[in-house]
Protein backbone atom coordinates (compact mmCIF):
# COMPACT_ATOMS: atom_id res chain seq x y z
CA UNK A 1 0.00 0.00 0.00
CA UNK A 2 1.56 3.33 -1.35
CA UNK A 3 2.11 6.33 1.49
CA UNK A 4 0.18 9.04 1.76
CA UNK A 5 3.05 11.93 1.06
CA UNK A 6 0.56 14.43 0.21
CA UNK A 7 1.59 17.82 1.46
CA UNK A 8 -0.85 19.58 4.14
CA UNK A 9 -1.16 23.16 2.82
CA UNK A 10 -1.35 25.96 5.59
CA UNK A 11 -4.35 27.33 6.47
CA UNK A 12 -5.50 30.31 4.19
CA UNK A 13 -8.25 31.81 7.04
CA UNK A 14 -8.32 31.93 10.88
CA UNK A 15 -10.34 29.06 12.18
CA UNK A 16 -8.56 29.43 16.58
CA UNK A 17 -7.48 25.72 16.00
CA UNK A 18 -3.74 24.79 15.75
CA UNK A 19 -2.05 21.64 14.15
CA UNK A 20 -0.02 21.40 17.24
CA UNK A 21 -1.17 19.81 20.44
CA UNK A 22 -1.95 22.77 22.44
CA UNK A 23 -1.61 20.87 25.57
CA UNK A 24 1.74 19.15 25.09
CA UNK A 25 2.95 23.01 24.16
CA UNK A 26 2.01 23.61 27.29
CA UNK A 27 3.83 21.09 29.22
CA UNK A 28 6.95 22.06 27.21
CA UNK A 29 6.58 25.94 28.41
CA UNK A 30 5.74 24.65 31.71
CA UNK A 31 9.30 23.13 31.97
CA UNK A 32 11.24 25.84 31.26
CA UNK A 33 11.65 27.63 34.86
CA UNK A 34 11.89 31.15 34.13
CA UNK A 35 8.14 31.27 32.88
CA UNK A 36 6.02 31.09 36.06
CA UNK A 37 2.96 31.26 34.50
CA UNK A 38 1.64 31.18 30.96
CA UNK A 39 -1.83 32.04 30.01
CA UNK A 40 -3.88 30.07 27.52
CA UNK A 41 -4.08 32.86 24.51
CA UNK A 42 0.22 33.39 24.90
CA UNK A 43 0.73 29.59 24.65
CA UNK A 44 -1.81 29.62 21.58
CA UNK A 45 0.40 32.37 20.00
CA UNK A 46 3.87 30.40 20.72
CA UNK A 47 2.00 27.70 19.04
CA UNK A 48 0.63 29.27 15.85
CA UNK A 49 4.11 30.93 15.63
CA UNK A 50 6.06 27.55 16.19
CA UNK A 51 3.41 25.81 13.15
CA UNK A 52 4.60 29.31 11.46
CA UNK A 53 8.19 28.69 11.70
CA UNK A 54 8.24 24.68 10.93
CA UNK A 55 6.25 25.87 7.80
CA UNK A 56 9.27 28.26 6.88
CA UNK A 57 12.37 25.69 7.66
CA UNK A 58 10.56 22.97 5.80
CA UNK A 59 9.76 25.34 2.62
CA UNK A 60 13.53 26.34 2.97
CA UNK A 61 14.44 22.67 2.70
CA UNK A 62 12.03 21.66 0.24
CA UNK A 63 13.56 24.43 -2.60
CA UNK A 64 16.65 23.06 -1.33
CA UNK A 65 15.87 19.31 -2.93
CA UNK A 66 14.49 21.12 -5.80
CA UNK A 67 17.89 22.84 -6.58
CA UNK A 68 19.76 19.36 -6.39
CA UNK A 69 20.38 17.40 -9.72
CA UNK A 70 17.90 14.87 -9.20
CA UNK A 71 14.88 16.35 -7.82
CA UNK A 72 13.03 14.46 -5.22
CA UNK A 73 9.83 14.72 -3.12
CA UNK A 74 10.75 13.58 0.10
CA UNK A 75 12.68 16.20 2.45
CA UNK A 76 16.26 14.66 4.01
CA UNK A 77 18.15 15.52 6.88
CA UNK A 78 21.07 16.99 4.45
CA UNK A 79 18.61 19.55 2.96
CA UNK A 80 17.23 20.66 6.23
CA UNK A 81 21.34 21.07 7.11
CA UNK A 82 21.43 23.03 3.67
CA UNK A 83 18.74 25.02 4.50
CA UNK A 84 20.48 25.97 7.43
CA UNK A 85 23.44 26.68 5.80
CA UNK A 86 22.42 28.56 3.10
CA UNK A 87 19.95 31.25 4.81
CA UNK A 88 21.21 33.71 7.00
CA UNK A 89 17.72 34.49 9.02
CA UNK A 90 18.05 30.43 9.84
CA UNK A 91 21.62 30.97 11.48
CA UNK A 92 21.40 30.27 14.66
CA UNK A 93 20.33 26.73 13.42
CA UNK A 94 23.55 25.35 12.53
CA UNK A 95 24.31 23.57 16.11
CA UNK A 96 21.30 22.34 16.21
CA UNK A 97 21.14 20.95 12.46
CA UNK A 98 24.74 20.58 11.80
CA UNK A 99 26.35 19.63 8.36
CA UNK A 100 26.75 15.97 7.90
CA UNK A 101 30.43 14.52 7.70
CA UNK A 102 31.54 11.14 6.51
CA UNK A 103 33.07 8.58 9.06
CA UNK A 104 36.30 8.53 7.22
CA UNK A 105 36.84 12.70 7.55
CA UNK A 106 36.04 12.39 11.08
CA UNK A 107 38.53 9.46 12.13
CA UNK A 108 41.14 11.91 10.17
CA UNK A 109 40.37 14.55 12.03
CA UNK A 110 40.54 12.61 15.30
CA UNK A 111 44.23 11.35 14.21
CA UNK A 112 44.94 15.01 13.09
CA UNK A 113 44.58 16.12 16.69
CA UNK A 114 46.11 13.29 18.53
CA UNK A 115 48.79 13.92 16.66
CA UNK A 116 49.11 17.36 17.22
CA UNK A 117 48.13 17.08 21.34
CA UNK A 118 50.59 14.46 21.61
CA UNK A 119 53.66 16.70 20.05
CA UNK A 120 52.23 19.59 22.23
CA UNK A 121 52.60 17.36 25.18
CA UNK A 122 56.45 16.25 24.18
CA UNK A 123 57.06 20.05 23.11
CA UNK A 124 56.03 20.82 26.27
CA UNK A 125 57.58 18.42 28.81
CA UNK A 126 60.94 18.95 26.73
CA UNK A 127 60.70 22.80 27.10
CA UNK A 128 59.74 22.20 30.44
CA UNK A 129 63.14 19.98 31.62
CA UNK A 130 65.00 22.85 29.93
CA UNK A 131 63.98 25.70 32.14
CA UNK A 132 64.97 25.73 35.79
CA UNK A 133 63.47 22.44 37.33
CA UNK A 134 61.68 24.54 40.47
CA UNK A 135 60.01 27.07 38.77
CA UNK A 136 58.52 25.54 35.79
CA UNK A 137 54.77 24.69 35.28
CA UNK A 138 54.14 21.26 33.45
CA UNK A 139 52.41 23.46 30.54
CA UNK A 140 56.57 24.36 30.05
CA UNK A 141 56.09 28.07 31.09
CA UNK A 142 57.84 29.68 34.06
CA UNK A 143 55.82 29.84 37.30
CA UNK A 144 55.09 33.40 38.78
CA UNK A 145 57.32 34.59 41.59
CA UNK A 146 54.28 34.91 43.71
CA UNK A 147 54.74 31.02 43.53
CA UNK A 148 58.16 30.64 43.82
CA UNK A 149 58.64 33.02 46.95
CA UNK A 150 59.64 30.54 49.57
CA UNK A 151 57.11 28.48 48.74
CA UNK A 152 58.01 26.35 46.38
CA UNK A 153 56.54 24.81 42.76
CA UNK A 154 54.33 22.71 44.81
CA UNK A 155 51.60 24.78 46.40
CA UNK A 156 50.99 28.77 47.13
CA UNK A 157 50.16 29.51 51.18
CA UNK A 158 47.08 31.96 51.09
CA UNK A 159 45.77 32.90 54.29
CA UNK A 160 47.62 30.38 56.24
CA UNK A 161 45.97 27.18 53.93
CA UNK A 162 47.89 25.41 51.61
CA UNK A 163 46.21 25.17 47.87
CA UNK A 164 47.60 22.90 45.03
CA UNK A 165 48.85 24.49 41.99
CA UNK A 166 46.41 24.65 39.18
CA UNK A 167 47.49 24.04 35.11
CA UNK A 168 46.96 26.57 32.93
CA UNK A 169 43.51 25.99 30.53
CA UNK A 170 45.90 25.40 27.37
CA UNK A 171 47.57 22.27 29.21
CA UNK A 172 47.45 19.10 27.06
CA UNK A 173 45.11 17.08 29.21
CA UNK A 174 42.96 17.57 31.96
CA UNK A 175 43.22 14.00 33.48
CA UNK A 176 47.28 14.97 34.11
CA UNK A 177 46.04 17.70 36.29
CA UNK A 178 43.59 15.44 38.04
CA UNK A 179 46.00 12.83 38.73
CA UNK A 180 48.51 15.53 40.13
CA UNK A 181 46.05 16.26 42.13
CA UNK A 182 45.37 13.31 43.52
CA UNK A 183 48.91 12.26 44.10
CA UNK A 184 49.37 15.81 46.36
CA UNK A 185 45.77 14.78 48.26
CA UNK A 186 47.57 11.27 48.86
CA UNK A 187 50.68 12.85 50.39
CA UNK A 188 49.14 15.55 52.34
CA UNK A 189 46.64 14.98 55.06
CA UNK A 190 44.93 18.43 54.46
CA UNK A 191 42.03 18.77 51.87
CA UNK A 192 42.80 19.85 48.78
CA UNK A 193 41.23 23.26 47.62
CA UNK A 194 39.08 22.44 44.28
CA UNK A 195 37.68 25.65 43.21
CA UNK A 196 40.95 26.97 41.76
Known sequence: MPYNTTAIPPRKEVTG???LPLTRVKKI????PDIAICSNNAAFVITLATEMFVQYLTGEAQNMTKLERKPRRNIQYKDMANAVTHQDNLEFLEDVIPKTTS???????TAAARARVSSEKSGATGAAAGTAGADALPNGKRAPKSIMNGHGSNGLSVNGLSRSRMLSSDAADPNDQLEMEMRQAQRMDEDVDMTG
Open 17 to 19: QTQ
Open 29 to 32: IAVD
Open 103 to 109: YKEVKAK
